[in-house]
DNA sequence: AATCAATACTTGACGAAGGAAATTATTACG
DNA sequence: CGTAATAATTTCCTTCGTCAAGTATTGATT
């Protein structure tokens, strides 16, 4: 069984939290190397780290030979114990049920879905506990060493109370889903924006790593982003931030649902992409993934129609460069199983507009299955019971 | 004399600091209610205070009247005490210096401003000085409570260093201004980007107190952006921050000097509307002076050159709303001195833009003098005596 | 082999920061 | 005048983290 605070919390002192989240996200650090990385003297991090080792969350690798003139005593660096404790997460969509099962190192350990035929939220609750138990219940045996479940949803959700205030796919309005989902689970539950779950995890356990800012954005149906400035995820005043898709970029484009002109999304969203395929072929029930052939089959004027969106997505990006020059921008989602098409114009589109140095903003651009998405739920819950 | 802690910090532990810099920022509070704004004892607040009413740095002002059933005991509420210490401020433009002193909140005391011939690093120094002397021997008698001096330089700046790496206007490359200043003045010299000082001017003395997030849009000959995001000033990754006046808004818009197109600054800085209002009046040695003249007396065509660009800035302005979601945005600079042609526009293109609730972002629109930028530099550097 | 220099880690004493609870101060209300 | 309510202070205590000294382990040098 797991027993330690009593509260859920693991680290009691600031340090603690400092030095275990850091071996969370920096991989296996000496106590030294800790210290000097966190501001703390070496007797800080030792004190802090022997009762995260006793718990069995940390553990001692074996010494490191050293190199160089006159070395010393080698380092024995701290690394997480993957096994010690696994995470639930669930992305829920309008019509399916994503969930993985992670371990302490945000690896991925085993992963299921399931369809939903009623979004409604008791037929969505009953699924998930379902989903749930055939995680845990299934082959690796996790349910007696896991504790936590993270959701990702769409929509405006308030992390710290778990309510679900608006979900637009799910027509969801003010669900305590935190308590419904602890109820039918029995685990302790957070709630995140399925965006800013996926930017939480790439910060904490991708590409973000080690980053003071960093942005992530998704490409799909809409086209959001999320933000770290400072060490900290941009929360947004009035419930709104990371609306790329939103940005103007072409003052004479197309006029968006949300009430502007030229919106990224309103160019480059997939309903978007659709709609102007439709026209230049003059087939009115062409699907994405029909524009998607017929552009690698070298279709010129599909093609201009993803040529024309990757770069108004490559101006939403120079724009989030310009405003806060995060230290890398990853580029991802549903939308990008077309990352081939887009790819090379997002890039044109972020190097003509990006001002000065911005430019040499790395732009990782690769496509995200919704697995993923479901492990940034998960690597909420794991973040929640370092930080809470 | 003034000696504190020799080192020159004001506060020696978090919680004196977080006093202090709460009574700063937000007027006088009874130390009960810190405690409570800052999540700490109200036994706690007694005793990080009392070093700072013996330093006079603060001061306990009149018992307040109590109201309600059951009145208790009434506050006495803390201030600061204004005249303890002055600050010299001086705004570094490519043709004048502009230097004030304020007082410990912020208010402006004295100001005075020299004019420059010869923007070479020795010439201004000279000047700086003399401007110091003026400022601090002339009537007020300042000289024997300051002690700090901050600058605000247009550029890359590099404010832990006090190294001016590069400035446009001055052409000044790699630049030890701090050094430099200190050994003029022999005050203790903060250098600060010019936006970047104004906007932690408004955020701790002016529209942005107690906001989480905030940002603040200068408009003159280039269209900048401070941003301060949880609390925090943004100072991006690789050098770019802020960089407002380089976001494309318009597809089919001019090309920018900066290598983009349809750039905010390329369609309404300064130079961009008195371009625009030569082409459409013929006449090409028309001033911005003259434009302004024109539109205010109603000649339509350079009125729609003003539309256009105030237009431009709402577009930049609601993709910072709708990116960062700042509590409140102010909108100022010396270009606003044509703000009555502006301020409609540049609502009206933030609010077909901003998305959602982004709209309910409030906007201030002001102008404000250069005397303000100094100010913001000698902010700069209350801000560097509270929090090194 | 013995010693030394260099680096990593641990230990125990100490100081300082902040909290808990009791105490004092000051008001309004009956 | 007590009593309730609120503000501020005082005393005592816990605790976190540093400091300085000591232990551990290596390569290089004598």
Not at 184 to 207: C, I, Q, R, S, Y
Not at 237 to 251: C, L, N, P
Not at 311 to 333: D, F, K, Q, Y
Not at 361 to 369: D, E, Q
């Amino acid at each position: 069984m797991l027993t330690e605070t009593g509260t859920g919390a693991l680290t009691e002192t600031p340090a603690a939290t400092a030095v275990f989240t850091a071996v969370l996200t920096e991989g296996p650090l000496s106590r030294v190397s800790l210290a000097r990385r966190l501001g703390l003297s070496s007797a800080a991090v030792t004190k802090a780290a022997r009762p995260l080792i006793e718990m069995g969350y940390l553990q001692e690798l074996a010494a490191t030979e050293r190199t160089g003139p006159g070395a010393g005593r080698p380092a024995s660096p701290l690394a997480v114990q993957a096994d010690r404790e696994y995470f639930v997460g669930v992305k829920i969509t309008g019509d399916e049920l994503i969930g993985v099962v992670i371990d302490l190192c945000a690896d991925v350990r085993a992963s299921a879905h399931r369809p939903l035929t009623d979004p409604g939220v008791d037929a969505v609750l009953t699924e998930l506990g379902h989903l749930v138990d055939d995680l845990l219940d299934g082959p690796g045996g996790y349910r007696p060493r896991t504790r936590r479940l993270g959701l990702a949803v769409s929509g405006d959700v308030d992390r710290a109370t778990g309510l679900v205030r608006y979900s637009p796919f799910l027509q969801w309005h003010n669900v305590p889903l935190r308590e419904r989902a602890a109820e039918v689970t029995g685990l302790t539950v957070t709630v995140e924006n399925d965006v800013k779950a996926l930017t939480t995890a790439e910060h904490w356990f991708g590409e973000g790593v080690g980053a003071e800012s960093f942005a992530l954005v998704t490409v799909g149906t809409g086209i959001g982003c999320g933000l770290v400035v400072n060490g900290r995820l941009v929360s947004g005043s009035h419930g709104v931030a990371g609306e790329i898709g939103h940005i103007g970029v072409d003052a004479t484009g197309p006029e968006c649902h949300c009430g502007g002109r030229g919106c990224v999304e309103a160019i480059a969203g997939t309903p978007a992409i659709v709609r102007q395929a439709r026209q230049t072929s003059g087939r009115p029930d062409l699907t994405m993934d029909d524009a998607v052939a017929l552009a690698r089959a070298g279709d010129e004027r599909i093609g201009a129609v993803f040529a024309r969106g990757g770069e108004a997505i490559g101006l939403g990006i120079a724009a989030v460069a310009n405003l806060v020059g995060p230290a890398r921008i990853v580029v991802s989602g549903e939308g990008l199983a077309a990352y081939d098409l887009f790819e090379r114009h997002i890039r044109t589109g972020f190097e003509r507009q990006a001002f000065g140095a911005a430019v040499e903003c790395p732009l990782s651009i690769r496509p995200l299955p919704f697995e993923q998405w479901a492990r940034g739920a998960a690597a909420v819950s794991i973040q929640s019971l370092v930080a809470p």
